[in-house]
Each structure stands twice: as C-alpha cells, then as structure tokens.
C-alpha cells in the first residue's frame, strides 16, 4: 500500500508539472504568433487542456469557450496585480502613430528598392551609353583641377563628416543627419569597391577605348568612387533640410566639382562620375529614411552622445 500510494503522488507530481509546463509554453507561443485575440479557432493544445478544465486566462477563445470559467495562472502575484506567465499588455497607439509607422516602413522600402534598382541600372548604363557619351576631355591638372587639391577636399569633407557627427551627437536633428551621412558613404564605399573589381574597367589614361571593361585588378575605372562618395554625404542633408532651406541644393557643387576634376585629369569617363553620382544619391536616400542610422545603433553610447552636450 504504501509503494502504491508513493507510486501514485510521483505520477501526480509530473503529471501537474508537465501540464504546468505546457501551459506557459503554449501561451507564450500564442502570444508571439498574433495578439492571441484574432484567432477563430483555438489550436490543438487548447483544446485539450480545456477538456482537461484548464483555461488560462490572456488565451484567445472563441464562441465555444468564451462562456467557460477560468482559473487563475499560476505563479507569484505582482503589485500590479498581473501574475508570472502572464501575456504583456498590448501597447496603445494611436492612429497618428499607425500611420507615421507605415509612413516610415515605405519610406525604408522606397529607398531599398531605389538602391537596388540603381545598382543593377548603372553598369547597363555604362555599357550601352559608353559609345555615345564617353570621350576624353581636354586634359588639364592645374588650378582647382589638380590632382592633390582633389585629394585635399576629400579628406576635408571626411573630416567634417566624422567631427560634425561626433560634436553634435545622434540625439539632435543636424547630429543624425552626419550620422546618416557616415552610414550613406560607408554603403557607397563597399558597393563602389566591389564593382570597381567586378567590371575592372580600363581609366582614360590606361586606354582610350571607353570599351575596355573586364580587364583585371589594373583598372578599376567604374564607378567612380569619389563621385559617389561626395554624392552619398550631401544627399541625407539636401533630403532632411530642402523644404526649409532651399539653399541646401547648393552642396550639389561637391560632386559636380569632383566629378568635372576627375575627368579632367583622365581618371574616370563620364559614365562612370554619372554612374557613381547615382549611386551616392541613392544610397544616401535610402540612411535618411532610416529611423536610426546604423553606425549609432552599433556604437557605443558615448560615441554617439554629442561632445557639445557633454562640455
């Protein structure tokens, strides 16, 4: 009798605690799957466990089992009187925020597919447009056109892009917006890079045939990488600040000028400066439309705080 009886109490104790289990599992489950409220018909485990007369409460019941007690979840109470294993509230937007969300869910999406379209576009550009708008242009290295001034603005936009991210931070308008611009042009630098090795195209200097693509790790003519570049770091603050300052469109001049000097000096054909210009573009629309740009959510803190805001 007393082997039976110590028997039976084991049996019971796993049977209360594989139900147990179950039943917080099989809510959680619920809970990530939809809101647990739009559900027509319950699922398997449902059913079972309301045979069995357990019906924990935050599961989604229909006509069937709506008028069907329940009893309460187990586990410790908390002081807003909720208990371990309950389902989260559901958050209360409104409709303004619904909207601002899809609104920005489109905008993402608008410039992933701009991206994407403008990348498979510009070589097909470049191959079929070459015969027609490629030429060398009269070669001139002096004045603003020399190849170390070149260089020299380069570096300085770099430099202003990583200071002005650093001292304004991600948490005001103008700091998010270099941010976004250091996401733009570390996009653009990748995609430049691969397609330089990937259509090896012969530069001015190198060949005069503006068909030369495929020629291996000696020519990497398309597409122009400091075009693109230049275009990648305007584009997120003519798109954040046009309609309150026009004047903004006048940033424009940077990769006009580079693309103009890069010509000038038989670095790039012009389908490669128009080729690197859209990609730039394209790519700074698509980190101004991000909610918060990449560099600052893999960052730390600290580094994306804003020095003007410490001191």
């Not at 059913?47 to 409460?57: E, T, V």
């Not at 190849?147 to 430099?159: I, T």
């Not at 054909?269 to 128009?274: A, F, L």
Request: aromatic share 14%; proline share 7%.
């Amino acid at each position: 009798m007393r082997f039976f009886t110590r028997n039976f109490l084991c049996l019971f104790c796993l049977w209360a605690f594989g139900v147990g289990l179950l039943t917080g599992a099989s809510a959680t489950t619920l809970q990530r799957v939809s809101s647990a409220r739009s559900l027509v018909r319950p699922p398997a485990v449902h059913l079972a466990l309301r045979d069995l007369g357990i019906h924990p409460r935050g599961w989604a019941t229909d006509t069937a089992t709506a008028s069907l007690p329940s009893v309460p979840r187990w586990g410790p109470l908390f002081r807003d009187g909720s208990r371990a294993g309950d389902p989260p509230p559901r958050p209360v937007t409104s409709r303004r925020e619904d909207a601002r969300h899809r609104s920005e869910w489109r905008s993402t999406a608008f410039g992933r597919r701009l991206v994407e379209w403008t990348i498979v576009a510009t070589p097909v550009f470049a191959l079929t447009a070459s015969s027609v708008l490629d030429h060398r242009l009269a070669y001139d290295s002096h004045g603003i056109f020399y190849r170390p001034y070149q260089l020299d603005f380069e570096h300085g936009v770099m430099a202003a892009e990583g200071l002005g991210a650093l001292w304004f931070g991600a948490r005001s308008r103008l700091g998010r917006t270099f941010w976004q611009a250091i996401d733009s042009s570390l996009y653009t630098a990748a995609t430049t890079t691969v397609m330089k090795y990937a259509f090896s195209r012969a530069r001015p200097y190198q060949s005069p045939d503006p068909h030369d693509f495929f020629q291996g790790n000696c020519c990497q003519s398309f597409p122009s990488g400091e075009v693109a570049y230049q275009a990648s770091v305007v584009t997120p603050f003519i798109a954040e600040y046009y309609r309150r300052d026009p004047w903004i469109w006048a940033l424009e001049i940077f990769p006009v000028y580079d693309a103009v000097a890069r010509m000038k000096t038989w670095g790039h054909w012009q389908t490669d400066v128009i080729s690197g210009f859209a990609i730039g573009t394209a790519w700074g629309i698509f980190a101004h439309e991000e909610r918060v740009p990449f560099t600052v959510s893999v960052l730390p803190g600290g580094l994306t705080v804003g020095l003007d805001r410490r001191f």
